[in-house]
């Protein structure tokens, strides 16, 4: 008898197994002077520093005075630690030199070298404020193994003239504590024991608050073996209500075992839309740079319309023959590419731009973009051409007056007809929070703040029917309510009592929006209890 079908085509081979994926591998970079490397390479210093250098440190200033922000590392050797007054530093090290910090720039510095970073990997994140985390899974025999991509980060970084501690592991937590605790090109290995090659950490390496290190200190926790002695219950107990991983121990101990996972915001390049212009000959009148000006106005219009775009935020940048480069900036009201209306705002900031031996290159770039479609690109230009643009005159009275002296109303998360609403910058982004909250219609018209109303006559059910208003009797014709808005909890007092709103129209057609505070025995208001409901007018309707 013949045998057993085969589990597969016999022309084919056999399919291959299955091939688990590889264990996650991250690289830890610790910049730890970043801030002098940063200042040191602004500086156009080429040579690093030596044995020997003047002791240097960068200073901030702060509500308790002037501290230590990061010194050389003479300035480490006499003494000045980060985060010392310079008042005590300069009592041991009398001929510190000080230099101002920019912590701002020290940030843009480390995402641009996260963006760099990626060549060790398909993604980056920042691990401020001088750190770098890299996911190398899967790409160290690229490199040669793990230790020859160590070596090439640390030649990569020596080039850079930037110092650095390295370290791999199968978690963030764990290589963060290696490069900053453990040897420098520290290994751990996913056969490795964590536990015991961590365990002579300090518990500094757990990333936690500084009032969580002092506690641990005091409870004689000094390394990360001491928390695997004590019970967990315990430890639960003591930091039950400590949420954020930085204040509780027990939430970075699971992460630099990988229990549980970390989540990481990747750094992703996003490339500005960039045009410009080379000159054959340098230009030196107004009307040929209006004319340049107008031309990369329209390549702005088509970059952003093929990328679906809208500029917020423009540069101009000419450069002179001289050498100089002069820059002009623009803000928007609300994303535009209307070439238009950006090179007639350039206009204006032009007047006083000195072209000297002549200007030979221009570039425009759109340093903040959003999203546009292509239907709202249209409908702004068909409402400028009738002169009704709301975003093209805020855009004129910005330039004009200056981008303060122009707010404009945003709505605000609140029922209450008087908080509904506030005041901001007009090139400020707006929230909108017409999407969440529908409120019914308001007049056109808001009193700054509601009038008392008398009420001379009123109806069985409540509804007034006569009442004095600024010294003149109305006569009710028409009611259209109640809207009843409840007050909110959360920022006033219990004794503030419910209003019902109503729409209403006099004998001479005149409409008016008017509330009624409280209600008859609602048990609200202070210790008038049961005291009648006031009645208020605030706003006029069109």
Not at 402 to 410: E, K, S
Request: hydrophobic content about 45%.
């Amino acid at each position: 008898m013949p045998g057993p079908l085969p589990l597969h085509d016999s022309g084919a081979a056999p399919s291959a197994p299955f091939s688990p994926q590889p264990e996650r591998r991250v690289l830890s970079i610790w910049l730890w002077q970043l801030a002098m490397d940063r200042w040191r390479l602004g500086e156009g210093l080429a040579e690093g520093e030596g044995a020997d250098a003047a002791p240097l440190a960068l200073v901030d200033e702060t509500a308790r005075g002037v501290r230590i922000a990061a010194a050389n590392r003479a300035g480490l050797a006499a003494g000045a630690a980060p985060g010392m007054s310079l008042a005590d530093a300069r009592t041991l090290c009398p001929q510190l030199a000080t230099a101002p910090s920019d912590p701002a720039s020290d940030l843009a510095f480390l995402e641009k070298l996260a963006l760099w970073a990626q060549r060790w990997g398909p993604w980056s994140a920042l691990d401020p404020p001088d750190g770098l985390i890299v996911d190398v899974t899967g790409v160290a025999h690229l490199f040669g193994g793990e230790e020859a991509l160590l070596a090439d980060v640390r030649a990569a970084l020596a080039r850079r003239r930037l110092e650095g501690r390295l370290a791999i592991a199968p978690t963030a937590g764990a290589a963060w504590g290696l490069a900053h605790y453990g040897p420098d090109g520290a290994v751990l290995q996913p056969g490795d024991n964590a536990e015991r090659r961590l365990g002579q950490l300090p518990v500094a390496a757990l990333r936690l608050d500084d009032d969580v290190l002092l506690v641990l200190r005091r409870l004689g926790l000094k390394r990360l073996a001491d928390l695997s002695g004590v019970a967990r219950e315990a430890l639960v107990r003591r930091f039950r209500n400590r949420r954020s991983p930085a204040a509780n121990p027990l939430i970075r101990m699971d992460q630099l075992l990988g229990r549980v996972p970390e989540p990481m915001l990747p750094v992703i390049a996003v490339h500005a839309p960039l045009v410009q212009r080379r000159l054959m000959e340098p230009i030196r009148h107004r009307d040929l740079l209006d004319r340049v000006v107008t031309d990369l106005a329209e390549d702005m219009a088509r970059e952003l319309e093929g990328q679906g775009l809208g500029a917020r935020r423009l540069e101009l940048a000419m450069w002179k023959v001289d050498g100089e480069v002069v820059t002009r900036r623009l803000e928007l009201a609300a994303p535009s590419r209307d070439a238009v209306h950006i090179a007639s705002l350039f206009g204006r900031k032009l007047d006083d731009v000195d072209a000297g031996f002549g200007i030979e290159m221009v570039r425009m770039r759109s340093a903040w973009s959003e999203n546009v479609a292509l239907s709202q690109g249209d409908f702004e230009v068909a409402a400028e051409g009738h002169g009704t643009s709301l975003a093209a005159f805020i855009d004129r009275l910005a330039v004009r007056l200056g981008a303060r002296a122009v707010r404009r109303p945003v709505p605000r998360a609140s029922h209450v007809p008087e908080r509904a609403q506030a005041w901001i910058g007009a090139l400020e982004p707006g929230k909108t929070l017409q999407e969440a909250f529908e409120f019914h219609h308001r007049p056109l018209k808001l009193l700054d703040s509601a009038e008392r109303i008398a009420v001379l006559y009123a109806s069985p059910d409540g509804l007034p029917r006569r009442f004095r208003w600024r010294g003149e009797v109305h006569e009710i014709a028409r009611v259209e309510g109640p809207e009843r808005i409840s007050p909110e909890w959360w920022r006033e007092r219990s004794s503030v009592r419910l209003r019902d709103y109503y729409r209403i129209e006099d004998s001479e057609g005149r409409r008016y929006w008017i509330y009624r505070d409280g209600i008859a025995g609602d048990g609200r208001g202070g210790d008038a209890q049961g005291r009648p409901p006031d009645w208020f007018l605030q706003g006029i309707c069109g």
